[in-house]
């Protein structure tokens, strides 16, 4: 559509979908369905689905535009909006969900037009989200999920999101890591010497005896609301993979069990090949670290973002777009979730061997 048209389109329904919207946020807030914030949520994501996308592709309000919707949420929302994940993909259908159920309330839209409308959501929700999460995979080439007529490879999504099982290798395994913890972090486990062994000097971190998986750095990031908890940014030097951890306070041991969980969950949403039994050996040091300190700094604001929005409901909702982030490593920009299982895969975690006389011994 040539943008005079699409300007006129706009201009023309802009007023039309804003009366509607207005008459539904009132409705939903004075009758308390939701309160004034996930009201006006829902008015966000119906404007720009009445405003930008059948202003665009078809014509009339929102009313107008009703059978589009799933052609909108299950297709071009995933492929054009820069925030599409299933969060996003699940708010507006129950925004979509809510609207319809308001305005059929109130002799708007027809009694089969709403039925019809609620068994195509309800049916192809769950692919939606999978579509999305296809799409968003860096390890899925985005050209593998549609066919040649454009139209989405729904079985192949189906088989690439059905939950991973960790790769489990004969034997027992062996992870050496140097945690490098900030003085926030030291302070708040309670670790002294001579668990804390000083660095004499920056070899001690970055010298090339390291396997690439060997050295982790612990930062405070964010204490937890109403509690003494805090959740501490754990990032791989090489790769600047993060993991988020929630540690109680003084129990060094349960900083160790942390980093264990979050280091599995890491090998394991990547299917890197790991034994059934692990033996974690950790050398915990402080000091600083030219390579991650002003990195972990950059992931600290954007963090606090994604927290403010509040768009989690679990710590690990929040690693995904943190190893999103573009990072420069030699010379190119990448991102870390694409650069830590192509390592993993020339470079197998369970060859180092500890780097350190000094090991705090822990098994799972």
Known sequence: MPEEDYNEMKNRWEPVNEELLARF?????????????????????????????????????????????PMFVGNWFIRKAMWAD?????????????????????????????????????????????RVDCYNNPELDVEDLF?????????????????????????????????????????????????????ANQEEWEGSVHSWFSNWRCEEAFGMKGTK???????????????????PGKDAKALLIAVHS???????????????????????????????????????????????RRDFKFLEDLEVPLNSTLTKMNGEYESPDRIFPKLCEVAPPFVSEASSDVIVPFLN
């Open 25 to 69: 946020t009132n409705f939903v807030v004075t009758e308390k369905i939701v309160g004034k914030i996930r009201a006006h949520q829902y008015a966000d994501s119906l404007r720009f689905f009445g405003n930008v996308y059948l202003a665009q592709y078809e014509k009339g309000s929102l009313l107008d535009g009703l059978a589009s919707f």
């Open 86 to 130: 299933a969060k996003a993909v699940r708010e507006n259908v129950q925004a979509f969900c809510l609207f319809i159920r308001v305005f059929e309330g109130w002799g708007e839209i027809g009694k089969a037009e709403f039925d019809n409308l609620n068994e195509i959501l309800e049916r192809n929700l769950e692919m939606w989200c999978s």
């Open 147 to 199: 066919d040649e007529f454009g139209q989405w490879k729904d079985e192949m999504i189906r088989v690439n999101s059905e939950p991973k099982e960790p790769r489990i290798i004969p034997g027992t395994g062996r992870l050496a890591l140097d945690l490098l913890l900030s003085a926030k972090v030291a302070k708040f486990c309670g670790i002294k010497p001579p668990e804390l062994v000083k660095m």
């Open 229 to 247: 908890e805090k959740v501490i940014l754990v990032s791989n030097e090489r790769t600047r993979y993060s993991v988020l951890i929630r540690i």
């Open 262 to 308: 979050g280091i599995m969950r890491s090998l394991d949403r990547f299917a890197v090949p790991r034994p059934a039994r692990v033996e974690l050996t950790i050398c915990t040091l402080s000091g600083p670290a030219r390579s991650l300190t002003s990195f972990q700094n950059q992931l600290m604001y954007h963090l606090d973002n994604l927290v403010d």
